[in-house]
């Protein structure tokens, strides 16, 4: 049974419900084994966390940061902020010292909680920049300070000053004055076109959005959802608060690259992620197939075809299969699919949300055909993530994001933009009126910049209105499309299309390469560097044999005609992706504008 109560209040009143009942699990700084924590022991260490940041001086409205990797601390300090009616501003862990100190600045944030010994040092540099920033809180208990650093306090110390609950008559006056208008948090987006904005979340939109999902996400008690993807994300934030209000069990990854073995160790039956993450799957599970006997090989594909009938052509499209595909599918189910699962650690898969980019058609096919429901959504920080997902009582169509959840207005405006208007959507953006009002429109609708269109109760996303591409020759290009369409190939681990003002379509490809260097030792291809791999005419050959096989179904102008193979990745620090990993194009195209010439020579 949901419960309804106001957020700020939301850990005790489920303690009161649950007791001793664990709540999270997770590890320690530093340390491999597991750990629980009941929901009665989370109760209390919020309330220690509100009594103390009171004890330091935050007052109500007033800002406190948390720039960190996801931990239990970093809960901990979300719900005390909630409990005295502060407002949580999220960081993400890679943000960079500019990153920093526009956010403290633009939001006068006065304390910053601080994960690990990386983000301690560049919040340190910062702190004598950022005139509001008071205080650092470290979280790892073995970050080295600086010697001449007497303002920071560690987390345990932290926690002391609310030892005893000595404010919590305040604190419990505070719960009782705390209203649906107060805003809960500050979310900046990632900045794909220029400066952060900060988003605001008041405790009515996180309110509707629990309310609405409620009716078409069945989370519950019997879930271990585990938290993937950052909390400063608003789709893991949104959907980690919201599977806290079904009484939920939550683990807690604290580390996006030990993902698989968090899975494995740890076995849930929920995670919310970006479509990055099956397509990683997809692209493992198909190389194992590669190097598979021809007889195993033919075994596999017929089971494929057999779960595509089975989830996609019947169950999705809500037709009853025959019998005999029935039984057909038990058996792969029971044994070929069962064992896929298991090496992911996903014997008990309930659901899986996943939005936040396009999902390739053949990733998503594959996902649902080996018995894993891919929940696919659509949302923005500014919709306080869902607009649209999945309903799993419903039927649905490979390619669209769901059904609208049932608060949501959507228009479909000029150019097919999608328009946005209910309870969820935020008042606008802190302290941005000039962009607020190009943001909404006269009858209150939220612009998003999505393009799409609703058919069947089902809402279908076309492309990003600021990304669309046009070639020289007039044809409209959605890279995103195309993008998603060559990641799930196992040697691709980043790609940025260009093509506008362009004659054609190219790419830059940054490789996998573990994966193209084993190639070329099976090959016997000799290189001294990733640049001499990345530039071999047999590597480059291999790799367009395989866009053409990927790039069949898209019409001739929308193909990658030249492509580059990249030496090095693309990263935040030269400022070419976002938080959130999304590409920022104006900065590829200047920073590798001669290599992106060269391709149109």
């Known amino acids: 049974m949901q419960n309804t109560c106001h957020l700020s209040v939301l850990v005790h009143r489920q303690a009161e419900r649950y007791g001793d009942r664990t709540a999270l699990h997770y590890k320690p700084f530093g340390q491999n084994e597991w750990k629980q924590m009941s929901w009665q022991r989370f109760s209390m260490r919020v309330k220690e966390a509100s009594n103390a940041l009171l004890n330091l001086g935050l007052r109500p409205t007033e800002r406190l940061g948390i720039f960190s990797q996801n931990t239990v601390h970093s809960l901990v300090v979300d719900f005390a902020a909630f409990g005295i009616r502060a407002v949580g501003i999220p960081f993400y862990a890679t943000s960079s010292e500019p990153q920093l100190q526009y956010i403290i600045d633009d939001a006068q944030i006065r304390f910053l909680f601080v994960g690990e010994q990386e983000q301690y040092d560049k919040a340190r540099r910062i702190v004598p920049l950022c005139t509001s920033l008071e205080r650092l809180i470290t979280f790892d ?287 606008g953006y802190y302290q941005r009126d000039e962009l607020n009002r190009q943001a909404f429109d006269a009858d209150g609708f939220f612009h998003t910049g999505d393009a799409g269109y609703l058919s069947n109760g089902e809402l279908f996303l076309k492309e990003r209105l600021k990304d669309l591409y046009k070639t020289s020759n007039g044809k409209y290009i959605a890279p995103q499309t195309i993008e998603a369409r060559l990641l799930v190939d196992r040697y691709i681990e980043q790609i940025a299309i260009v093509a506008d003002n362009r004659k054609f379509v190219s790419a830059l490809i940054v490789p996998d390469y573990e994966a193209l260097e084993e190639y070329a030792k099976q090959k016997g291809i000799t290189y001294t560097d990733r640049a001499q791999l990345c530039s071999n005419g047999d590597i480059n050959a291999m790799m367009a044999e395989r866009l053409d096989t990927l790039q069949q179904a898209l019409a001739g102008y929308e193909q990658v005609k030249r492509f580059t193979l990249m030496p090095e990745p693309f990263t935040a620090e030269k400022g070419e992706l976002t938080n959130t990993l999304k590409i920022r194009r104006t900065v590829l195209l200047k920073n590798y504008k001669d290599i992106i010439d060269k391709m149109y020579e």
């Open 141 to 427: 208990p073995t970050i080295t300070l600086h010697p001449q650093d007497n303002t920071t306090m560690r987390f345990d110390e932290f926690l002391r000053l609310g030892s005893g609950l000595p404010r919590q008559s305040e604190v419990e006056r505070l719960w009782a004055q705390a209203t649906e208008d107060d805003i809960a948090n500050i979310l900046y987006t990632s900045g794909t076109t220029g400066d952060s904005k900060g988003v605001i979340l008041t405790y009515s939109q996180y309110h509707a959005a629990f309310r609405a999902n409620h009716e078409c996400v069945p989370v519950g008690e019997n879930d271990r959802v585990m938290n993937f993807l950052p909390y400063t994300h608003i789709f893991e934030r949104g959907w980690t608060f919201f599977a806290m209000t079904e009484g939920a069990e939550f683990i807690v990854n604290t580390r996006p690259h030990d993902i698989q073995q968090s899975m494995r160790e740890t076995h849930p039956t929920c995670m919310a992620s970006v479509p990055r993450f099956w397509e990683k799957v997809y692209a493992g599970v198909m190389e194992k197939i590669e190097h598979a006997s021809p007889a195993r090989q033919r075994l596999f594909r017929s089971a494929l075809r057999t779960g595509k009938r089975y989830n996609v052509e019947c169950r999705a499209r809500g037709k009853r299969p025959s019998p005999w595909l029935s039984l057909k599918y038990r058996l792969y189910d029971r044994t070929l699919f069962r064992l896929i699962r298991q090496q992911l650690g996903l014997e008990q898969a309930h659901f899986f949300p996943t939005a936040g980019a396009t999902v390739d058609p053949i990733v998503e096919e594959f996902v649902h055909s080996i018995g894993i429901y891919m929940m696919v959504g659509y949302g923005l920080t500014e919709s306080l993530a869902t607009v649209s997902c999945m309903h799993m009582d419903k039927p649905f169509t490979i390619g669209s994001v769901g059904r609208p959840i049932s608060s949501i207005e959507i228009r479909i405006g000029d150019n097919d933009e999608i328009l946005l208007k209910g309870p969820t959507i935020t008042r």
